[in-house]
């Protein structure tokens, strides 16, 4: 059976930690409320309704391409595409290309940033490797001006966290949002989460607090994991709402994995 991602990939290793998807997540939803075309995911009124949920089914899609059979992969993406069109052709206007590729680099660079900070340094190999993944993803949906190498996708991604960030009144309105749906406590956590696989550019957009608090512990994290008592903490920090379609992805990776 061919799959989408190769099965020694380092992105499978990255995306088959369910501890690594939420720190994704957490990164996604900083970067997704700067982004100058959040109104696009404002158009449909999804995103300010569910924006936990909007945003877990970004990650929760990215990890079924990535784990999935190279056709059923394929499928999956064109299936983004057409989900896209169809916004595209209710508004009347076209999502430009820069906004697609805006989700494609913070997928990567969240992807190793958060790998990173819960797991070990990744080599450049392995970074490229990342890189080429969700660049496949970006050639099945026929976007333009994709970068050809590591390297190009790196100053492609400074240019566009220069360019294409702002505060705006949409991302004050999500951040509302989030606090709501997430309470006080798990909040103050989200934007901890935030402060430590966000490139800088999003840290000094949101005016993150500069005080890592949540480094230590997951200092004590990675210890209760060797015992295997990691899953007490983290379950108690996840909302309700979103704890079973969280702790999915726990019973996947141990399925992956036996």
């Known amino acids: 059976m061919e799959y989408f991602v190769d099965e ?10 369910a501890d690594t998807i939420l720190f994704i997540f957490a990164g996604a939803a900083a970067e997704f409320a700067l982004n100058k075309a959040v109104d696009w995911l404002y158009y449909t009124g999804k995103l300010p309704a569910d924006p936990l949920g909007r945003l877990f089914s970004t990650v929760a899609y990215s990890r079924q391409i990535i784990f999935s059979e190279r056709d059923a992969a394929l499928k999956a993406i064109d299936q983004i595409t057409t989900i896209h069109q169809g916004v ?11 906004a697609y590729r805006d989700v494609l680099f913070l997928l990567i ?10 797991e ?14 969700f660049k496949r993803v970006g050639t ?12 190009e996708y790196l100053n492609m991604r400074r240019e566009h966290l220069q360019q294409n960030l702002v505060r705006s009144e949409l991302t004050v309105d999500l951040y509302h949002q989030y606090r709501h749906h997430l309470g006080a406590a798990r909040y103050q956590v989200l934007k901890q989460a935030q402060l430590l696989v966000a490139p800088p550019e999003v840290r000094n957009h949101l005016r993150l607090n500069t005080l890592p608090w949540l480094r230590p512990i997951l200092w004590g994290y990675k210890f209760l994991k060797l015992l295997k008592l990691h899953t007490f903490l983290r379950n108690a920090l996840l909302p309700a709402a979103y704890k079973t379609q969280i702790l999915s992805l726990e019973s996947e990776v141990l399925s992956n994995e036996s």
């Open 109 to 118: 660079d969240l992807s190793i940033s958060s790998y990173e900070l819960l």
């Open 88 to 98: 595209e052709t209710s508004r009347g206007a076209q999502i430009p290309d820069w």
């Open 140 to 151: 099945r949906m026929q976007l333009s001006g994709l970068p050809d190498t590591y390297s």
């Open 120 to 133: 070990r340094p990744l080599t450049l190999l392995e970074k490229a490797q990342t890189f080429a993944v």
């Open 8 to 17: 020694r990939s380092i992105v499978r290793k990255i995306w088959g930690k």
